[in-house]
């Protein structure tokens, strides 16, 4: 069994856009947040993409809240009608929405001049919320519990995230790969084997169709990196050699 030191944190994103939905924009930001925390040691167990509606985006985050140690939130912070994501979040927590000084200072300092009014809406916060600086020079991060609002877009998202997730830092995934000749049929059996002696093991298997150079590719992850060699070495062991066409460390 893997040792108790090697402590699961999870997390949830919730992503929040009616251009999502309809297909007009193509979500890259759940992709990016999977991979920056699964480098961090977090284990990501939830996507939601929802609509820009106040209700549906408060029982979701309250939901996510409840559920899971860490939960971000991707788009709806702008300064126009349908960002109404901090609305959304403050009555998950049954929080009043107020203006925080610090970001209106922000705001202003970055349009160096009294912003106009719509700009002022994105210095609203649930009442509570704590600033955090998340790599980004003029706007810090919103929290509010254990949940994280920030920007959908893309370029920001990911300054945003790629500072966060030093917050979450953790025991790492450690990953090997096992390429195979065949198809998952003819090694069902040896996976279900391996998983029977390695329960804790994440296993993966992926069939890749139209590749010269193999048919599916295993994954094997673990924190503790001698039980994942463990596991690796009784997964090749049951599959016959002249199957195995490469094994990644």
Known sequence: MVPEEYTNTTAALVVIGNEILSGKVTDSNSGFLARELRKAGVSLE?????????????????ECAGAYDIVFTSGGVGPTHDDVTIEGVAQA??????????????????????????????AEVPEGAELISSGDAHFPSVKIENVYVLPGIPQIFETKVESLC????????HLRQVLVSVNESSIASHLNATLAAFPALLLGSYPKIGNDEYRVRLTLESKDERYLDSALEDLVGRIPGDHVVKIER
Not at 96 to 121: F, Q, Y
Not at 166 to 173: A, D, G, I, L, N
């Open 46 to 62: 939830r996507i939601s993409v929802i609509v820009d509606d106040i209700a549906t985006i408060a029982t979701e985050v309250a």
């Open 93 to 122: 927590f049954g929080r009043p929405v107020v203006e925080h000084p610090g970001l209106r200072l922000a705001i202003e300092k970055a349009v160096e001049d009294t912003p106009r009014s719509p700009l002022l809406k994105m």
């Open 166 to 173: 030093q917050r979450f830092m953790t025991s790492p995934y």
